[in-house]
């Protein structure tokens, strides 16, 4: 007897075809979109009186302003950084951690003395 992989994967693929559609489908939620939409309370008095000692204590309008990039003049140095001496000493290392690990692979066949095993 042999099975065959279309009888049970063009339903399936039919159920997932109205699944996605349904949910792309759906509207949106959103808060634009609440029918009622209730008063908020009016602010107690301990409220009030904190968000006046907050605008006291609220940073001035540039104090989180960027500065402009400063200007390096000291490098004129355009090669790529694998071509630096600190980018060869990088590539070396990459290699010769993946040259180390595929040298110990094969022979890591030691058991694990684990007191739980």
Same mark, same amino acid.
């Not at 400063?70 to 001496?85: E, Q, Y």
């Given at each position: 007897?042999t099975?065959?992989?279309t009888?049970?994967?063009r /339903?399936?693929? *039919?159920?997932?075809?109205?699944?996605? *559609?349904?949910t792309l489908a759906? /509207? /949106?939620?959103s808060a634009?979109?609440?029918?009622?939409?209730?008063k908020a309370p009016?602010p107690?008095?301990?409220a009030?009186?904190?968000?006046?000692?907050?605008a006291?204590l609220a940073?001035?309008?540039r104090a989180?302003?960027?500065? /402009? %990039?400063?200007v390096?003049? *000291?490098?004129?140095?355009n090669?790529p950084?694998f071509?630096?001496p600190? *980018?060869?000493?990088a590539?070396?290392l990459?290699?010769?951690?993946?040259?180390y690990?595929?040298y110990r692979i094969p022979k890591d066949?030691?058991?694990v003395?684990? %007191?739980?095993?």
């Amino acid at each position: 007897m042999t099975r065959r992989l279309t009888s049970w994967t063009r /339903p399936l693929a *039919g159920l997932l075809a109205v699944v996605v *559609g349904l949910t792309l489908a759906a /509207p /949106p939620a959103s808060a634009a979109d609440a029918v009622a939409v209730t008063k908020a309370p009016a602010p107690s008095a301990l409220a009030a009186t904190t968000a006046a000692k907050l605008a006291t204590l609220a940073p001035a309008a540039r104090a989180f302003a960027q500065a /402009p %990039p400063a200007v390096d003049t *000291g490098s004129s140095d355009n090669r790529p950084f694998f071509k630096t001496p600190k *980018g060869v000493a990088a590539l070396v290392l990459m290699v010769a951690g993946a040259g180390y690990v595929a040298y110990r692979i094969p022979k890591d066949n030691e058991k694990v003395h684990s %007191p739980i095993r």
